[in-house]
């Protein structure tokens, strides 16, 4: 069994649903229904941020984001919640396709299935099967998102150098921030983070009704780095984009990008080369826009050998 | 469902096995064990070659080379063969990642327990798992190869323009051979070439023992093109691996070189770049290389729209 970093989100608004009113043990149960856990919680006067043993849950008055990696059956923990929102606005899932996704007890279809008794909605698939792709399904439903409501998501494949070493038990949390440098990009806000052991490192950060998350599987096989936030970057984004790589250095990377007007530009950031970008309005009210860079071989690389119990 | 173009593929070579004295419901039952039939043979003074539903089975005196695609068990008909086979000098066994392995019988690791208890040998894996790679067993057995004993795989994705319409069977099998014009490329074999119903082409040929060989899954889902060919290219190399991607025009395409001494160089083939690249010796006697060739890309792409049964 590897770990699969790669992970789910399910997103929901659903205005005068109050969902701040419900109490914790209401959030567990939505949490443990995809088979995770809450391991703390940080709150502000707009949002309340739960840190999970897969990832992480944000929680607003009239929103939600649930963001889960691991063998984690997030549609679960959606049903669950769709089954008493009488006054939804917008529902999507997302799923990043797996590197081990024999490993997952349910494929996006099989979500789509579970999602489709609560809300009909449309299935898309971002990119090519072969190549790193996104399933998205939303709910069919026009809806004006207030303001510029939208979320710049990384996906970060294969650490190199000393990213790839930091994110051990052995390490101070300390460390771990220094080395992350998040504090000088996005200022100001207030954070809960932990490190796994043996490894893995997760943050969750807020500011108002702004966030900020990340997740690290360091794993060797398959090292993995999200990193997801709704602050409006505007014309920050190329460099908020440039510095979160330059952080943990990855071997390639995926971008994705919701904005009700603006489609993500290109971004050069050398040395990486743009090998796929895929953009699509949704009639819900997204431009959402998915792109995967990588980079050229420097030099060859020795065949991993693997150990399989005879 | 969907159309998994990405193949297995069994090579043994056990000297005196006298592979082609052997009754042709033998080879039935081979194939059959891995799911796929034989349609149709053609052979010549050094090889027996079979055109199956699922590929191709290339059979010599004493070796075999057995190739299959779609939902095939080819572990199945590689244990079948290995009962009776005392005298065994090499075995591999290949694996491409799947585009869409939660549809597979099998992974990996269970066609290696399946192979364990026929042969020791050793597991590999070539590239990150987020990124295309191979999987390769081998027998833990030194191994001299006889010659310039290579093969080069080329596996090409996502046709660009004309290719991706050309096999589909409303075409007529002349005008996709002169589409393909791998009599060209490599001139004087034999050929023995299908067009499958809806869509789909397979194409086995021979000249002496070598041997090359096409399979070609257009759905638009995943298009694909294999090809393979032991056929000693020498200097010519990177001048065939230009002419058969020019033929196919994919977006992107992978390599795997065997060869008893030499490893594959970087190939320059404008405008695609390298972006990975794993060589492994093994100690079975073979250089082992395989790399990954994408593009940047020009254009935006829309998303795919799912079409799932409610």
Same mark, same amino acid.
């Given at each position: 069994?590897?770990?699969?970093?790669?992970?789910?989100?399910?997103?929901?608004?659903?205005?005068?649903?109050?969902?701040?009113?419900?109490?914790?043990?209401?959030?567990?149960?939505?949490?443990?229904?995809?088979?995770?856990?809450?391991?703390?919680?940080?709150?502000?006067?707009?949002?309340?941020?739960?840190?999970?043993?897969?990832?992480?849950?944000?929680?607003?008055?009239?929103?939600?984001?649930?963001?889960?990696? @691991?063998?984690?059956?997030?549609?679960?923990?959606?049903? &669950?919640? /769709?089954?008493?929102? !009488? +006054?939804?606005? %917008?529902? *999507?899932?997302?799923?990043?396709?797996?590197?081990?996704?024999?490993?997952?007890?349910?494929?996006?279809?099989?979500?789509?299935?579970?999602?489709?008794?609560?809300?009909?909605?449309?299935?898309?698939?971002?990119?090519?099967?072969?190549?790193?792709?996104?399933?998205?399904?939303?709910?069919?439903?026009?809806?004006?998102?207030? @303001?510029?409501?939208?979320?710049?998501?990384?996906?970060? &494949?294969? /650490?190199?150098?000393? !990213? +790839?070493?930091? %994110?051990? *038990?052995?390490?101070?949390?300390?460390?771990?921030?220094?080395?992350?440098?998040?504090?000088?990009?996005?200022?100001?806000?207030?954070?809960?983070?932990?490190?796994f052991h043996p490894c893995g490192?997760?943050?969750?950060?807020?500011?108002?009704?702004?966030?900020?998350?990340?997740?690290?599987?360091?794993?060797?096989?398959?090292?993995?780095?999200?990193?997801?936030?709704?602050?409006?970057?505007?014309?920050?984004?190329?460099?908020?984009?440039?510095?979160?790589?330059?952080?943990?250095?990855?071997?390639s990377f995926d971008v994705i990008?919701?904005?009700?007007?603006?489609?993500?530009?290109?971004?050069?950031?050398?040395?990486?080369?743009?090998?796929?970008?895929?953009?699509?309005?949704?009639?819900?009210?997204?431009?959402?826009?998915?792109?995967?860079?990588?980079?050229?071989?420097?030099?060859?690389?020795?065949?991993?050998?693997?150990?399989?119990?005879?």
């Amino acid at each position: 069994m590897y770990f699969e970093g790669s992970e789910k989100k399910f997103e929901v608004i659903a205005r005068g649903a109050a969902f701040r009113t419900r109490p914790e043990s209401y959030w567990a149960t939505l949490v443990e229904l995809a088979g995770a856990k809450i391991l703390s919680k940080i709150s502000n006067e707009a949002c309340d941020a739960y840190l999970l043993s897969e990832s992480s849950l944000f929680v607003w008055d009239d929103r939600l984001t649930m963001i889960t990696c @691991g063998r984690t059956t997030l549609a679960r923990s959606a049903a &669950y919640l /769709l089954k008493d929102l !009488p +006054s939804l606005e %917008f529902i *999507s899932f997302e799923r990043k396709n797996e590197s081990f996704p024999h490993q997952q007890e349910t494929d996006f279809q099989k979500d789509v299935e579970i999602l489709r008794q609560h809300t009909d909605g449309r299935a898309y698939r971002f990119g090519s099967p072969d190549e790193h792709h996104l399933f998205l399904y939303h709910m069919n439903k026009p809806f004006r998102p207030q @303001g510029i409501d939208c979320t710049l998501e990384i996906l970060m &494949y294969n /650490l190199q150098g000393q !990213p +790839s070493e930091i %994110f051990h *038990s052995g390490q101070t949390i300390e460390r771990v921030r220094q080395l992350t440098r998040m504090d000088s990009i996005f200022p100001g806000f207030q954070i809960d983070d932990h490190l796994f052991h043996p490894c893995g490192y997760s943050l969750n950060a807020i500011k108002g009704s702004e966030y900020y998350t990340i997740h690290v599987t360091p794993e060797e096989t398959g090292s993995y780095v999200s990193f997801e936030t709704n602050v409006r970057l505007g014309n920050r984004i190329a460099t908020a984009l440039r510095a979160v790589v330059d952080v943990f250095q990855p071997r390639s990377f995926d971008v994705i990008y919701f904005h009700p007007e603006k489609e993500l530009k290109s971004v050069d950031i050398s040395p990486f080369i743009q090998l796929n970008y895929v953009r699509q309005s949704l009639n819900c009210g997204y431009e959402v826009g998915f792109s995967t860079y990588g980079q050229r071989v420097v030099e060859p690389q020795p065949a991993v050998a693997l150990e399989f119990n005879p």
